[in-house]
């Protein structure tokens, strides 16, 4: 992400990260991809994990085109709606203006975070919540950027608090009962596919960093709830263990992710979750674009 205002001073030296500086995605390298391609035979599973990522990265940066804007504005910005949004011709906001177009947000770039944890052995909470301080005031140097940008109000909240680096869960759980138990917001689950990506051979450990790499900045249940589900779902669509029953998918994540987390969840979020991941839910009922919520 392009991020051009000089950050705030911080002594970053306390918190040591390592990154490669080559820029890999200049015109006259070689696709790293096309090796492997060719090597192996499992073409389906590797076009499943390819979507995976680029599904994260690209749906990102399209959605920017219209993050944060009603359905209104959007009908006014784009009366044709026989025509799609033109990716990267989109019509610039207060917001969207912020990035280069074609960049993704902050939401890959955290998802890029805790996929690097995760391919370490002793990947855990404390190592995402470091990658996340040293992300906030240098972003990604690989890509040209000089601090994180688009952090919502709760994760700054929680990566400021004192004991973050230290004990992440608790810093989040904190937060998280000053608001007196209400704040929810949507940071989490928009990351939260990396850990089926590195894991997907692996139920239990998705199921457990799933719920780890959420609390890390999220602490509410119903936010551990959605990245669960995402989690669970994109592990059995990576296995095709479903098939192309889309109901029986959705069936069964439901009542897996009631399972594991089960008395953390009251009766009235149970009910809640269960509603919104109905398969017969519409756009209209979920109403995404309510003022109070939306983003």
Not at 20 to 47: A, F, Q, R, W
Not at 134 to 146: A, K, N, P, T, V
Not at 186 to 215: P, Q, W, Y
Request: net charge negative; proline share 4%.
């Amino acid at each position: 992400m392009k991020y051009h205002r000089e950050p705030t001073p911080m002594d970053v030296n306390n918190y040591p990260m390592s990154y490669n500086t080559h820029d890999s995605t200049e015109s006259d390298d070689k696709d790293l991809l096309d090796p492997i391609l060719k090597k192996l035979h499992k073409g389906d599973l590797i076009d499943r994990l390819l979507g995976c990522a680029y599904g994260q990265a690209l749906s990102d940066a399209y959605g920017l085109s219209t993050e944060f804007e009603d359905r209104i504005t959007v009908a006014t910005m784009y009366p044709d709606n026989t025509q799609i949004i033109p990716f990267q011709d989109y019509i610039l906001t207060a917001h969207s203006s912020r990035w280069t177009r074609g960049d993704w947000t902050d939401d890959t770039d955290q998802w890029i975070l805790i996929l690097e944890t995760l391919t370490y052995p002793n990947g855990d909470d404390i190592m995402f919540a470091k990658k996340l301080r040293h992300w906030i005031y240098q972003c990604f140097s690989e890509l040209g950027d000089c601090r994180g940008m688009g952090l919502g109000a709760n994760v700054s909240q929680v990566t400021s608090s004192y004991n973050f680096l230290s004990d992440p869960h608790e810093a989040s759980r904190t937060t998280w009962e000053r608001s007196y138990r209400q704040a929810a917001p949507n940071g989490a689950v928009i990351r939260c596919s990396a850990s089926a990506l590195v894991h997907f051979r692996d139920i239990e450990k998705v199921k457990s960093t799933a719920i780890s790499m959420c609390k890390v900045t999220h602490f509410d249940p119903r936010c551990v709830a959605s990245c669960l589900a995402v989690c669970l779902a994109s592990t059995y669509l990576l296995q095709a263990s479903t098939e192309d029953d889309i109901e029986i998918l959705i069936d069964r994540v439901q009542k897996e992710t009631i399972y594991i987390l089960d008395d953390q969840l009251t009766s009235e979020h149970k009910e809640e979750f269960l509603w919104y991941t109905h398969k017969d839910r519409t756009l209209e009922e979920l109403n995404l674009d309510e003022p109070r919520s939306i983003g």
